[in-house]
């Protein structure tokens, strides 16, 4: 088996093979600050199932190709951030599914959160084209139609959460491996017939994108939010100092890291107070006044809300 990835030469020096199968490569990637896991399954001629588990804010981008190829990917957990060739940004939130060419001209991409979990499917549209023509009785998929349909004007499409792409992808990430191969068949067939019929309209006038100096704005003010969490900072504050209006602050900030400004510094806040509990001999209320908390109750509260435990429950079990 050779994966479309190498085929293509997608990854460079930044790929290697851990273990491989005769429809299954598993791949490890060196990113900038951390690593990432490719495991990949051929399911059809042209055809690839890849499960991504990336750890790392930054990675390297794979080359622009010259082939044609549709890059579908879905999101199960973290946040995906790619950066195109008009200097603007798109993400890819939990539960998103996001179509592209591979010929889309990116500059960098990366993990808002950290982290990123989630399946991407690999199509290799002129060889895969040939085999699906027939494939079945009653399934007609035409793939440069659906290249029409998806990406109009632009070379990438994002549909926000769906309960159909729930539906699609749900089962993908808990598959008996005994039925893997019939099964990854079955949905890829689901997932081109989605796209036969899927209202493109509608669904990209829910994908905005960002402006590059918006988002540098707003990730300032990420790096911002987690100094002197004693003190409590209003969003005109924030704003102000960051020279951004606060609506676009708003929508810009939930837009890369998918919570709101006061979301994120709340949960920041509550982790940065579990590591706390872990790893100091603190009492719960002066972690709570550091945390910019001046009631310990009320911090208590958020505290199991955001962990599921009392601060006091959460201490003893770790």
């Known amino acids: 088996m050779e994966s479309i990835i190498e085929k293509n ?29 490719i495991i990949c399954h051929h399911v059809f001629p042209g055809i690839d199932i890849i499960y991504n588990n990336f750890n790392t804010f930054y990675c390297f981008e794979p080359e622009n190709i010259s082939r044609d190829i549709i890059e579908i990917n879905h999101c199960r957990k973290g946040r ?6 008009d200097d603007s940004y798109i993400y890819l939130g939990e539960g998103d599914l996001e179509v592209n060419s591979c010929k889309i001209q990116r500059a960098t991409s990366g993990f808002p959160l950290g982290y990123y979990e989630g399946i991407e499917v690999l199509i290799d549209v002129e060889t895969a084209e040939k085999f699906l023509k027939g494939i079945m009785e009653g399934i007609n998929i035409d793939l440069n ?31 008996d491996e005994r039925i893997q191969k019939g099964y990854f068949k079955i949905k890829v067939l689901e997932l081109l017939l989605f796209f036969t019929i899927v209202p493109i309209e509608k669904s990209n006038l829910l994908s905005p994108y960002f402006p590059k100096n918006q988002v540098e704005k707003v990730k300032h003010i990420k790096e911002h939010l ?3 969490l004693e003190k409590n900072i209003t969003l005109q504050e924030l704003a102000q100092e960051h020279d951004i209006g606060i609506t676009s602050l708003k929508k810009c900030f939930k837009g890369v890291y998918g919570k709101s400004v006061s979301e994120w510094r709340r949960e920041y806040r509550i982790y940065q107070a579990a590591s706390m509990l872990r790893e100091t001999d603190k009492t719960i209320a002066e972690i709570s006044g550091k945390m910019g908390y001046d009631n310990p109750s009320k911090f208590a509260s958020v505290f199991k809300k955001v ?3 009392s601060p006091s429950e959460y201490r003893k079990n770790n």
């Open 307 to 309: 962990v599921g435990y």
């Open 145 to 175: 139609k659906i290249k029409e349909r998806v990406f109009l004007n632009k070379d990438y499409f994002i549909i926000r959460a769906t309960d159909e792409i729930e539906h699609i992808f749900h089962e993908l990430y808990n598959v």
């Open 80 to 85: 995906f951030e790619c950066k195109v060739q």
């Open 9 to 37: 030469n997608l990854y460079k020096e930044n790929l290697k093979i851990v273990k491989k199968t005769e429809d299954k490569i598993v791949y490890k990637v060196k990113c900038l600050d951390g690593e990432g896991e």
């Open 226 to 228: 987690t100094e002197d």
